[in-house]
């Protein structure tokens, strides 16, 4: 991991291989918050960690939680 240290105005740039270009500034350092900007094209997908992990806790919780009678199942799929 890169840990660099900004002061508000001031951006970090990221390039991908496929040559889009990230920028990432800080806007606002305030009650030991950081306000960031990002600036990136539509075709980049930008998503905030805690959401997406809790989608993926919610997704595996609701594929544990199915019980599936197998008979039934097998009848449904014959029967068409």
């Known amino acids: 991991m890169l840990v660099l ?5 001031e951006a970090i740039l990221i ?3 496929s040559g ?7 806007s606002e ?3 030991g918050r950081v306000k960031l900007g990002l600036d990136a ?3 980049v997908s ?3 960690k805690e959401v997406v992990e809790e989608a993926t806790l919610e997704n595996k919780m609701a594929t ?3 019980s599936i ?3 039934k199942l097998k009848d449904l799929l014959n029967n068409k």
Request: net charge positive.
């Open 5 to 9: 240290k900004r002061k508000v105005g």
């Open 64 to 66: 544990q939680n199915i």
């Open 29 to 31: 350092i305030s009650d």
């Open 20 to 26: 889009d270009k990230i920028e990432i500034k800080i």
């Open 41 to 43: 094209p539509k075709t």
């Open 69 to 71: 009678d197998k008979d």
């Open 15 to 17: 390039n991908t291989d």
């Open 46 to 48: 930008i998503l905030r």
